[in-house]
Nanobody, 123 residues
Framework: QVQLVESGGGLVQAGGSLRLSCAASGRTFSSYGMGWFRQAPGKEREFVAAITWSGGNTQYADSVKGRFTISRDNAKNTVYLQMNSMKPEDTAVYYC????????????????WGQGTQVTVSS
């Protein structure tokens, strides 16, 4: 069992930056692939980024490639999402998730989810 708690959301102006954190409970965090998803009002939850258990491989949605960076610190049981050059269309609730697979871009790839943190980008 893995419990996930996101933090770091807030209000930022277009072009600004935010760093989200996701703290995981459990001693097996380092064996899980981790992902970030987001859901804007009235839209489906969509994939943002993913990282393997070792951090050696990452995957990004085309919409955030080159602007967002996913990373993890297994000693701290934490995964991060650094978001730069933010745009109003990045506004959403951001969720982190854990998978027993190496990583994935589909919601059904993931076994555990956090409660989400709101990110709002003003124009």
């Amino acid at each position: 069992q893995v419990q996930l708690v996101e933090s770091g959301g807030g209000l930022v102006q277009a072009g600004g930056s935010l760093r989200l954190s996701c703290a995981a409970s459990g001693r097996t965090f380092s064996s899980y692939g981790m992902g970030w998803f987001r859901q804007a009002p009235g839209k489906e939850r969509e994939f943002v980024a993913a990282i393997t258990w070792s951090g050696g491989n990452t995957q990004y949605a085309d919409s955030v490639k080159g602007r967002f960076t996913i990373s993890r610190d297994n000693a701290k049981n934490t995964v991060y999402l650094q978001m730069n050059s933010m745009k109003p269309e990045d506004t959403a609730v951001y969720y982190c998730a854990a998978t027993r697979d190496p990583y994935g871009s589909r919601r059904l790839d993931y076994d555990y989810w956090g409660q989400g943190t709101q990110v709002t980008v003003s124009s």
